[in-house]
Structure formats: C-alpha cells, structure tokens
C-alpha cells in the first residue's frame, strides 16, 4: 500500500515538473519570422514610441 | 502572503525568459554571421530588467514618449508583469512592459518604446521585445500575445513577426506550441 502510494506521489511529482518546464526552445516558424525581422525587416522601425498608452493601473 | 509568493515565483519566470531570449539572439547572430548578413554583434545585447541603472540611463534620453518611472509602481502593483530593458553594451535601447490577464492565456504589451535618437538596435527594439515576451508568455503558459495600441508605423513588422488582427480589432499573435 505504502509503495503504490510513493509510486502515485512521484508520477504526480514528474507530472507536475513536466507541466512546470516548457520547452526552452522556440517554433521554427518563430525563428523563421525573427531571422527575416532582423535580416529584412519589413518596414523601418519608427524611433520612439512603438506601443502602448498611458493607461495607467489603479 | 501568495501575492508575494506569486511575485518570487514570477520573478524567476521573468528572469529565465530574459535569458531566454539572450540565448535566442546569441544563435541567431551565429546563424546569420555564417551567412554574412548581419550588421550588429548581437552577443552584445542585454536584455535585464528596468531596474535602478535602466532608468537612470532613461533620464538621459531627449523627450522620450511615455513616462517610464511609473513603471516601477506597476511592477509592485502587477506581481505577473513582465519588464524589459534592452541594452547593447552599455546603451539603454529599448523598454517594455507586458502583463498577463487574470487567466494569464493573454499576455498583453503595454508598452513598448525604443530609444527616441540614434542606437546600435534602430530597427530591431520591436524584434528583440517581442522575443522575449514571447519565451514569457510560454514560460507562464499563455496562448497568445497583444499588443495594445499599436504605432501604425510599426503594423508591416508586426505582422511579419506574426501579429494580425482578431475580430475585435485586437492585434494578436498565438503563441506556437513546440
């Protein structure tokens, strides 16, 4: 009984571990689309501000 | 007690994401050294957080768009928000500030500006932002990324970066399961 318990307690904890680590690396696609950003961006970045408001968090 | 709690846990999910993408940019440069097309030595930038020394290095920028000290009241405020400074060298390049929803499936850009003169990175700050909330976002399992309020300007690089408006006029990216 003790040992299915363990059992149950360290598939959980490999369970939980495998959830909790994403891979590191990202999607070829991803990759792709940062390589022609940089190499050939499409359009010139403007200076300065890129994205936001000034909404502001109460 | 689990607001602080949630902020270590987050802090360490905001610090592997930075390393992350430094990791991301580190290959790239190699790739595209190979192929003689790259004009910046990528193993240069930094990405860390808007700390004391980045916003020391803000006040030396010459009008800059948004106010950027309110950001460290966010970050207390905002205990899953996600901050970046992108330096190269020495030369603060680049902020943003993303913070998930509640359900933490959206991580939404709140801000984002690049150094308002000449930088080594002109061009690319949306690039190397975008990176590094994306890896966020995946660290924290969400399954798409916005961008609030989006420079017009910018829109063509968004897209090539994979951003495209949803049917609410959000400009979004879904985050690629590998």
Known sequence: MKAVVEKKASNFKSR???????????????????????????VEEPSGVLAGSYFSFR | MPRKRTYLRYQVYRSEARK????????????????????????????????????????Q?????????????????????????????????????ANPNQSRLRVKIVRLEGHPNEHPLKGRIATFALTAVTHFARIIGSQQIEIQEPLSGALPLYRQLGFEFDSEGRLVKRIDQV
């Open chain 1, 16 to 42: 939980k571990m495998e959830k909790k680590q994403p891979s590191v690396e990202l999607s070829e696609t991803e990759m792709h689309r940062i390589r022609n950003a940089l190499a050939n961006p499409a």
């Open chain 2, 20 to 59: 992350r993408a430094a990791v991301t940019f580190a290959k790239l440069h190699s790739e595209l050294e190979a192929r003689a097309i790259v004009d910046v030595d990528y193993s240069k930038v930094r990405f860390e957080a808007i700390d004391a020394s980045a916003m020391k290095a803000y006040e």
């Open chain 2, 61 to 97: 920028w010459l009008d800059p768009h948004f106010c950027w000290e309110e950001i460290v009241r966010w970050k207390a405020k905002e205990p899953m928000s996600f901050d970046l400074a992108i330096w190269f060298d020495r030369e603060l390049c680049g902020l943003c500030f």
